[in-house]
């Protein structure tokens, strides 16, 4: 039977919070703080993080923002306009390399797309988001493209109405349990964990199963669901 299946992006179909974590690490070296070590201003930096992205959303600009003022709370000495420029040079390097699809993405896009009506659902800023859909030339797998400033369960009721889709037909698939899976089943549709070792550590979550799940170990297992 034919089935609407919505498709995360950043880290299900290719890498993206590798670059991030490679930002940070430039940031901890320049910050150089004698007293915290990375763990310590990890954890200040998702202080500032956790308010910002209510007001400025997510992506590479916002990250650069948000390390800024991190910065500006943690350093030992006086901050100069050229600290703040070096920074926002750090952020804009995330986006500095090609976009690495991860292993099995476009064959089993391929297969799913002939078979069922598939949706880009990612979220982030608008701009870079569709730079990296253009670059990844998997667009053309794709029915349509759903970008959105956050995911949570009224947004994924939001895309089932607007798409005329038949909720009990309806999954999400995703790296993220915050984002992806959980929501999704509160939304009453579907959800299939695909798991990412790299998954940004905010978006990790207890997974609660509250309706339809399946965990697969890779992307290319979808086939075997759909």
Not at 95 to 101: G, T
Not at 108 to 128: F, I, N, W
Not at 186 to 212: D, F, M, N
Request: hydrophobic share 40%.
């Amino acid at each position: 039977m034919r089935q609407h299946l919505l498709i995360d992006a950043d880290d299900t179909l290719w890498e993206n919070n590798i670059y991030f974590e490679r930002a940070f690490a430039r940031f901890c070296e320049y910050l150089d703080h004698s007293v915290f070590d990375d763990e310590t201003v990890r954890g200040l930096l998702d202080e500032v993080e956790l308010v910002n992205i209510r007001l400025h959303g997510y992506g590479s600009a916002n990250f650069g923002r948000n390390m800024i003022e991190c910065f500006h709370n943690l350093a030992e000495r006086p901050v100069t306009a050229a600290d703040d420029e070096h920074i926002r040079g750090i952020a804009r390097g995330i986006n500095d390399h090609a976009l690495e699809i991860l292993e099995g993405v476009p064959e089993t896009l391929e297969y799913l797309a002939s078979r069922h009506h598939v949706v880009m659902v990612t979220k982030g800023d608008a701009a870079e988001q569709t730079c990296k859909i253009d670059q990844s030339g998997l667009r053309a797998l794709f029915c349509d493209v759903v970008i959105l400033r956050e995911k949570d369960a009224q947004t994924y009721r939001n895309v089932v109405t607007k798409h005329g889709m038949d909720q009990d037909l309806t999954w999400m698939i995703g790296n993220s349990p915050k984002s992806d899976i959980n929501p999704a089943m509160q939304a009453g549709i579907g959800a299939v964990y695909v798991p990412h070792p790299r998954t940004w550590h905010l978006e990790h979550q207890e997974i609660v199963p509250c309706g339809r799940l399946h965990v697969v170990e890779k992307f290319r297992d979808l086939r075997r669901l759909f």
